[in-house]
Nanobody, 111 residues
Framework: VQLVESGGGLVQPGGSLRLSCAASGFPFSISPMSWVRQAPGKGHEWVSS????????NYANSVKGRFTIFRDNAKSTLYLQMNSLKPEDTAMYYC?????RGRGTQVTVSS
């Protein structure tokens, strides 16, 4: 299992970012996938999940209405569109399949 996140960066409050996760080494198209995040000094927090056919998407209350999870099974890639970012969204973001995570991509929201 290999998961490689990208797309993080420094953004001002109210801004947007799109995270990507390139997956390989497992059958991505039939795998439920998730995004989790870890803020400095805190534990991992589940952010969002999506089923293999994109029929069910779930979001943490803290991001509902601002973040959108989606996937491209043909490209084995998971995405997280993040809008209206807040300073409290600052964290390392990881994509996750089962018990496996990538190395993460840092998102910093600051003016």
């Amino acid at each position: 299992v290999q998961l490689v996140e990208s797309g993080g960066g420094l953004v001002q409050p109210g801004g947007s970012l799109r995270l990507s996760c390139a997956a390989s080494g497992f059958p991505f198209s039939i795998s439920p996938m998730s995004w989790v995040r870890q803020a400095p000094g805190k534990g991992h927090e589940w952010v969002s999940s999506i089923d293999p056919l994109c029929t069910t998407k779930n979001y943490a209350n803290s991001v509902k209405g601002r973040f959108t999870i989606f996937r491209d099974n043909a490209k084995s890639t998971l995405y997280l569109q993040m809008n209206s970012l807040k300073p409290e969204d600052t964290a390392m973001y990881y994509c996750q399949r089962g018990g496996s995570r990538g190395r993460g991509t840092q998102v910093t929201v600051s003016s």
